[in-house]
């Protein structure tokens, strides 16, 4: 009865794959898998935009949309309608081929990195052997989508808005990739449906998932750090920084393509989380084994609704960085923390044999001590000396 | 499958050609990218997905982004008044005949022609990264020591320069006599008592 409903999507889809004539029969399996990824993941981002804005109005302590449709509710359709009827504006002085172009190549290798991303028990499009590199390849797109679009407005705020971003995207892909590599060698699979089988066993009743050791739970922090930056969230929304510094690569873009951006960006969002979901917290697995009757999609988006809220809640909360700060932060302190982790990982697989009592505790204190003892001493050697006491200023009291 | 195999070989040789003779150079780097996904394509027709999807990565990802910020950095991009053909085309084409004519001759020439050919396999990145690990693991830590060398190098000169007193001394087209504003970065922050 679990099983059934745990597997009904599976099942539809094969019923009505079944349906088609047998020569039709790969496209139609083809189209299947691509339409959900279409229909499911723009309509979260129509969700999340008026959670989003409802949730920081409550930070905030005002009310968010609520003219449209009971509590506002149905402010998603009329952006959306507004940002289809809006005029589409293109500078006169823009390369007019590349400025058309660079929406749609920051949306497609987006839209194509979920492809690779199992959402439940036999749920994933495709079983690519490299897919996580799949997944960064795809992903590494995205930063020559953001050049297009700069470069091809003509414009000397968007150019330097693509810049920054461009420079923040590199830096921040180097942790992203460096902590998931831990993952890769304990599992010893690119797969991301062999990453989350290898976190289905279950340990007593508490299921194997990565983030309960300790180069799991070092590797989920850095990976989350660096996939709010790639993604361009706060405390890392430099490249938008629409308070301070003007909106950065899309300023001169208005009407659907505008929306077009940032649905890319809330797209990358939720490919990334779930990336994280897929290394670190067991996929579509439940947390513990007397939990596996819930439908395995059920995990993972419930999951991935978690970490929106996390990335709103971040977003109302949060200042933003500067770009020195930014910069230092990528290099100075997550590469070295993510080279550290690389081999704490390896010091937790050449332990594995111990069978002593306390063996599990030993390993933990090993392994937390290697990655701690660092973090500590990188902490105070590069912020350690900056007094926080309350600031005051000479010119503007 | 052939029909996939022209299609990927006009699209990169089209965009090969593109990237050689438009005006603009941003827009010969962008199509210069297109011939690396393309190349990449071909690699994942030929079912070799590691090789495929690191092209991508290291090439789209890496190595255009460098080609665009060196693009950007330096002056004069959009100096677009030099004629497409050099005057020397002529022994352009000669040189380019002679290397693709030596580069023929020795695939010819290798023992790699009288091999028998594989069969269509499947190769997992698990083995791959098994035969680096161990047939090859002397070449893979040349040329990462070699990648390492080149970062320190990089690294080395940008540097921070020395101070701006010294490199005026140094730099007669500066005049060290103007009073300059005081460099930001060298006033003492008040900021924080």
Known sequence: MFEAIDQIFVALKHWVVGQFPAAWQPLGSVFLSIIPILAVFPLLFAITTIVERKTLGRIQNRLGPNRVGPFGLLQPVADGLKSLTKEDIVPYAADQVVHFLAPIALIVPVLLAFSVLPVGRNMVPIDLDAGLLFFFAVGAGSELAVFMAGWSSRNKYSLLGAMRAIAQMVSYELPLILSSVTVVMLVGSLSTVKIVEAQGEAYGWLLKWHVFTPWGLAGFLLFMIAAAAESNRTPFDIPEGESEIIAGYLVEYSGFKFALFFLGEYLGLFAVSSLAITLFLGGWHAPFSFLEWIPSYLWFFGKLSAFIMLFIWLRGTLPRLRMDQLMNLAWKFMLPMCLINIVVAAMWHFTAHWQFVGAVLCRWLLCGAAIGVPYLWLGDALFGEKKLAKRTYRFAD | ?193
């Open chain 2, 1 to 193: 499958m052939v029909t996939t195999f022209v299609i990927l070989t006009i699209v990169t040789l089209v965009s090969a050609i593109a990237a050689m003779s438009l005006r603009n150079l941003v827009h010969c780097a962008l199509c210069l990218v297109l011939t690396f996904a393309g190349l990449a394509a071909f690699y994942l027709q030929l079912n070799a997905q590691f090789v495929g999807f690191a092209q991508i990565l290291v090439y789209v990802g890496a190595v255009a982004i460098l080609i665009v910020f060196a693009m950007l950095l330096t002056r004069n991009v959009d100096s677009t008044r030099q004629a497409i053909l050099s005057p020397s085309w002529g022994v352009g084409i000669v040189g380019a005949l002679l290397v693709f004519g030596a580069i023929v001759l020795s695939i010819l020439c290798s023992t790699m022609v009288h091999r028998p050919a594989l069969s269509e396999t499947q190769v997992t990145v698990l083995a791959i990264g098994e035969q680096l690990m161990t047939n090859y693991v002397l070449p893979l830590e040349v040329i990462a020591l070699l990648l390492t060398a080149a970062m320190i190098g990089a690294v080395i000169i940008a540097l921070h320069e020395p101070t701006s007193e010294s490199s005026a001394v140094q730099n007669p087209r500066l005049e060290p006599s103007v009073p300059s504003v005081p460099n930001p970065a060298q006033v003492p922050r008040t900021d924080h008592p």
